[in-house]
């Protein structure tokens, strides 16, 4: 029996994206191990971790494995621009590093973890560990996938969720400024004409060009 070396992989976060400080597990990359499991190099497929990670039985009762607990704790807090739900951060797939000098992971599909061998994909596991990486930052063509570069790519809104609200902008819209509070811009200039004493219409009259003048940017 060999062990392997199992360690989780998420696709590592800009500061350029985040407009912030990245600590911890925030930054994505390798994390440390998270945990170790004996198999068989004749007979132990990559498919067949899976119940082995996620599920263990103590005495007569199962259990969530300890491993399958730190995968899901990492991805509460990576970054998750695109409102992924708790059950879809949960899924995952397998990778590794081909070579040492390698910055992305090889990534290994998910219809061919029943047919491989855990000894077909890993040869040396004394240096080659097995990464858990998230399913959702990964494409269909097995590639990763960055923060919302699919969306922008394809010109359809970037959006994101906060709580219960869904907060959208589209390409070509000025930040800031929706419809919405032009409307009250709008609203707000007019009853300031209908407030102001006649010795400030001249106040009165910059607002309203400067209401215009917002509402000419956007359109």
Do not use: W
Not at 73 to 91: A, C, D, H, W
Not at 177 to 184: A, K, M, Q, T, W
Request: charged share 25%; hydrophobic share 35%; with cysteine.
């Amino acid at each position: 029996m060999s062990r392997l070396i199992l360690r989780i992989y998420t696709r590592k976060s800009s500061v350029f994206e985040q407009h912030s400080f990245l600590v911890g597990t925030e930054q994505g990359g390798l994390s440390n191990q998270i945990g170790t499991l004996p198999f068989d190099e004749a007979t132990t497929t990559v498919g067949s971790l899976r119940e082995r990670i996620e599920v263990q039985v103590d005495r007569n009762m199962v259990r969530r494995n300890p491993i399958y607990q730190e995968y899901i704790s990492v991805m509460s807090y990576i970054p998750n621009p695109e409102g992924f739900t708790s059950k879809q951060l949960r899924r995952y797939c397998f990778g590794y590093f081909k070579t040492p000098e390698d910055e992305v992971p090889t990534i290994i599909p998910v219809d061919s973890e029943d047919e491989l061998l855990v000894s077909e994909v890993i040869e040396d596991y004394l240096k080659t560990d097995l990464l858990l990486i998230p399913q959702v930052q990964v494409g269909l063509d097995g590639k990763f996938v960055s923060s919302q570069g699919k969306q922008r790519e394809s010109g359809s809104p970037a959006a994101h969720q906060v709580g219960t609200e869904h907060h959208t902008q589209r390409s070509g819209q000025e930040p800031g400024l929706s419809h919405s509070s032009i409307e009250g811009a709008q609203e707000l200039g007019a009853l300031a004409a209908e407030s102001h004493p006649p010795q400030q219409e001249d106040l009165v009259l910059e607002l309203e060009a400067a209401v215009a003048a917002a509402v000419g940017k956007v359109r």
